[in-house]
């Protein structure tokens, strides 16, 4: 019969007390510390009571009550103790050239994917005589570790002239940051682009609405019913958004949109100055548009004026209305079901009219200041690389 020694009795100071009490409570806390950090408070609370006694006290076995009534007084920590583990099989230097691998475009390697996965680093370690045969989920193992995933990507784009981007850039960021005040002064700072091809597509059965734990249903198969042209504006100053759809894009539809929109919303709020944001899309960025605004300011007897302010080129992510598209996109034309296009542009309007009842200007924190902070590392190294 196997017989265990008497433990010793062994007190906590108030502060371990509390500390164990928030370790056994704490909703966050593993299962194991908090098990352990239990079995620690009732031997110092009844140091009379056997391990069997705790045990069943606590619900747990009684070696395990053992095990950290004897580990406790030693090491004074509620953490497992270091482990040996298995034999490595694998060198520092394996894992090295893994690392090093994902780190590199398979093309370079003659390998003709996009990025690499788990499965076909694996395969290409397996299939190179130098290297050694190393599993997937071992590779991924050291990955993780690394906190390397090549098979996810994200699209950056670089700032090929910085200097110019600054030039283009800092009257449309003063614009919307003095947006509120300069519409008190009769000028009205607007945003105007289009959003293309917006198609009608009639799905084979119509989509069914959400019930208990099934999502929304939409069929994969339609029809094809024509496409629109959005051509939209958004006041920076109280987030209004003006639309107009049309069958093509051409500059006299955006002219259009401009006459029998814009400068109309500008009469009836009597603004003097209408200070137009504009990227580079074909549409609007052609040499009619300023011939059309001189003669608006011929034909209005200079009552209304309109000022061009373009963004740099690549930089639709610096023009406000592209924020409301990505709304109308998500929360109106995705899933898309609509039976003709004058049905998708009656949602549109709808949807316009309904965002403009609860609109509010956009919470715009990119100013020039930090444009500059961006752009100061690459202005003075360019700046050095001249003077050489």
């Given at each position: ?30 299962q194991a510390v908090a098990r352990r950090a239990r079995i620690v408070l009732t031997a110092h609370t009844h140091p009379t009571w056997s391990s069997k006694q ?208 814009l400068v109309a919303e500008a009469q009836r709020r009597k603004v003097q100055t209408v200070a137009l944001v504009l990227d580079n899309g074909p549409t609007h ?104």
């Amino acid at each position: 019969m196997r017989h265990h020694s008497p433990l010793s009795p062994f007190h906590l100071t108030p502060q371990e007390v509390k500390q164990f009490l928030q370790l056994a409570q704490a909703h966050r806390s593993p299962q194991a510390v908090a098990r352990r950090a239990r079995i620690v408070l009732t031997a110092h609370t009844h140091p009379t009571w056997s391990s069997k006694q705790m045990a069943k006290s606590l619900d747990v076995n009684d070696r395990l009550v053992r095990k950290w009534r004897r580990r406790w007084p030693e090491s004074h920590s509620l953490k497992d103790a270091p482990r040996s583990g298995a034999p490595r099989r694998f060198s520092s230097e394996a894992r090295a050239q893994v690392t090093a691998l994902a780190c590199s475009l398979p093309r370079s390697h003659g390998v003709p994917l996009a990025h690499w996965s788990r499965a076909e680093l694996a395969r290409y370690m397996a299939a190179t005589p130098c290297l050694p045969d190393i599993s997937a989920r071992t590779i991924g193992r050291w990955l993780a570790a690394e906190q390397i995933r090549p098979w996810r990507y994200h699209t950056w784009q670089h700032i090929q002239d910085p200097e110019a981007f600054l030039q283009r850039a800092r009257p449309v960021l003063q614009l919307y940051e003095q947006a509120t005040a300069l519409l008190q002064q009769g000028i009205w700072v607007v945003c105007a682009d289009e959003k293309t091809s917006i198609q009608a597509r009639e799905a084979e059965q119509a989509p069914r609405p959400a019930i208990h734990q099934h999502p929304v249903y939409q069929s994969p198969r339609y029809h094809r019913r024509g496409a629109l042209h959005l051509m939209a504006a958004l006041s920076v100053a109280d987030g209004l958004v003006y639309g107009q759809c049309h069958p093509r894009k051409r500059f006299v539809d955006f002219r259009s949109f401009l006459e029998t929109v814009l400068v109309a919303e500008a009469q009836r709020r009597k603004v003097q100055t209408v200070a137009l944001v504009l990227d580079n899309g074909p549409t609007h960025a052609s040499k009619q548009l300023p011939r059309w605004i001189q003669e608006l300011a011929t034909t209005s007897e200079g009552k209304l004026t309109m000022q061009l302010s373009w963004l740099p080129t690549n930089a639709s992510w610096l023009d406000q209305i592209e924020i409301w598209f990505s709304l109308l996109q998500r929360k109106l034309l995705q899933p898309n079901h609509f039976t003709s296009l004058n049905e998708l542009q009656q949602a549109i309007q709808d949807f316009i009219t309904r965002y403009n009842q609860t609109a509010k200007p956009l919470e715009w924190s990119y100013t020039v200041e930090k444009l500059e902070r961006k752009l100061a590392p690459r202005l003075i190294r360019d700046v050095k690389s001249a003077a050489t």
